[in-house]
């Protein structure tokens, strides 16, 4: 039986860009200003990166929760314009403002918003307990890794954990609040955008961070020795761009575990993502039929070797459970025909990199004319640079061969892989904000393999003009891209 994916049952298009890259970063007016662009230029489709609170390196693939949004989302302008703060609360540090927020809403709060919250709280108390427990001693231990608190905190000893319940009370309630706070607000984005008729596309990263508070939560769903170490850890073998393969360091899951206790914790983590989401991209999908296992204790991922993992089992309790998954598999590189096979057994559709369209021959799956219907186009994903950027530092051959294919066209890169993407039968095409601004180098958002300078990158209002809008909105209607008959007219 084959998941319906009723997302992509029309053409449509979208725009990657993740709340950090709006010009003031959270959840306040550029959010729903953003949604009124999209709208105004027919694109149907808000893609973002994962919300969750990051490490200090900023990767939202690299979270300390999987279920928490990042409280640094949280619009105060929004807060005083709803009465829960005041203007002149602004220029204090956030954890006062945080505070002043809190303090209004257990005085002035009236009995639907009390409602509210205590509906998330209780809706929530499966992930929101420990998060904030974990991230409130994680503070106390000067943000050390959970492995490395005293042994009785590290092992959640009751008595240990009840007593720093006791003692870290207060502020355990404001990271429980905060949270409120964040979804909340996450939440009427997502109406608004509903009513616009724009559909929100998460991202689910398959591994997640060893310090986070899932793992030190779960250890049980891990394979982790008894001091919290992992014993092997996830990677991708030696390819032609690694000789020694990629050493990701993610912990590994106990697949017997999950297969025992029936897929609990993947249930609740699927539950969190479509309730903020219409879709979702699950990242590395091919983990999901095998992982390149590596001993924990070797350096580089050269020694691992590939585990099959119980797939399918997994699909099956979730289409059981949820009836349908709104799910995009990221099938990037070298993907074996099982992982197509595990991809296609459930109806998922797989992603196409146009910029990786033109290495090789006709035969190259990225190009436009071998694209299947059931799929997702980008010209460029978060991790490649801007069409603009990559198509300048193509050697004046290579270019050559994209301008062929493309029709010689006269306009200006990134506008003619727009088209080629906008033109393709894929369901859905998504543009990231970089190439609708026509930027060039310097504008990534991420370059793989580095630590620093990442996840950084705003646009400006400025580059988006009503001619570009006016583009777009013609371009999409050509295409047999725009959506009619969803949300306001």
């Known amino acids: 039986m084959k998941a319906q994916n009723t997302i992509l049952d029309k053409r449509r298009a979208g725009v990657l860009l993740h709340p950090t890259s709006l010009p003031a970063g959270d959840f306040g007016t550029d959010a729903y200003r953003f949604v009124e662009f999209l709208a105004a230029a027919c694109l149907s489709v808000w893609q973002t990166l ?47 403002q945080l505070t002043r927020v809190q303090d209004w809403f257990q005085i002035h709060a009236d009995p639907a918003a009390r409602a509210d919250w205590q509906g998330f709280a209780a809706a929530q108390g499966h992930w929101l307990e420990d998060y904030a427990l974990f991230q409130a001693l994680r503070e106390e231990q000067h943000n050390a890794p959970w492995w490395r608190w005293p042994t009785a905190l590290r092992d959640r000893d009751p008595e240990a954990l009840a007593a720093a319940h006791r003692r870290l009370a207060g ?52 394979r982790l020795d008894a001091a919290g170490q992992p014993l092997v850890v996830a990677g991708v073998p030696p390819d032609y761009f690694s000789a020694h393969g990629q050493r990701w360091g993610n912990p590994l899951y106990d697949w017997e575990c999950a297969r025992t206790n029936g897929f609990q914790w993947w249930l609740a983590r699927l539950a969190t993502e479509f309730s903020r989401f219409d879709l979702v991209r699950v990242d590395h999908f091919r983990g999901f039929e095998a992982c390149w296992e590596i001993p924990a204790t070797d350096a580089t991922a050269a020694n691992g070797r590939w585990v099959e993992v119980p797939g399918a089992e997994l699909f099956d309790t979730l289409l059981g459970h949820f009836g349908a998954l709104p799910l995009v598999a990221e099938d990037l590189g070298h993907i074996t025909p099982a992982v197509h096979a595990l991809r296609a057994r459930y109806g998922l559709p797989g992603m196409l990199v146009l910029q990786f369209a033109f290495d090789g021959g006709p035969d190259n799956p990225y190009l436009p004319h071998n694209h299947p219907v059931n799929s997702v186009v980008y010209t460029g994903t978060h991790d490649n640079d ?31 892989l727009v088209r080629a993407a906008l033109a393709s039968v894929a369901r859905l095409a998504i543009l990231p904000m970089q190439d609708i601004l026509g930027l060039g180098p310097g504008q990534r958002i991420n370059t793989p393999g580095t630590t620093h300078g990442n996840w950084q990158w705003r646009f400006n209002w400025d580059g988006i003009s009503e001619p570009t809008v006016t583009k777009l909105r013609k371009l999409v209607s050509m295409y047999g891209r725009q959506v009619r008959g969803e949300g306001k007219e």
Do not use: N
């Open 50 to 96: 994962p919300l969750g609170p990051t490490h200090d390196d900023r990767s939202p693939y690299h979270c300390l929760s999987v279920h928490a949004i990042d409280p640094g989302f949280i619009s105060f302008e929004r807060l005083i314009s709803q009465g829960w703060l005041k203007p002149d609360d602004i220029g204090r540090t956030r954890h006062e």
């Open 386 to 416: 801007t069409t603009r950027a990559w198509f300048e530092s193509l050697p004046a051959e290579h270019r050559l061969r994209v301008t062929d294919y493309l029709g010689q066209p006269q306009e200006a890169m990134p506008w003619p």
């Open 171 to 222: 502020r355990i309630a404001l990271l429980r609040f905060e949270q409120y706070l964040a979804d909340r607000q996450w939440q009427e984005i997502k109406v608004h955008a509903g009513g616009r008729g724009v559909r929100l596309f998460g991202d689910m990263p398959i591994f997640i961070a060893h310090d986070s508070a899932e793992v030190w939560a779960h250890r049980d769903c891990f």
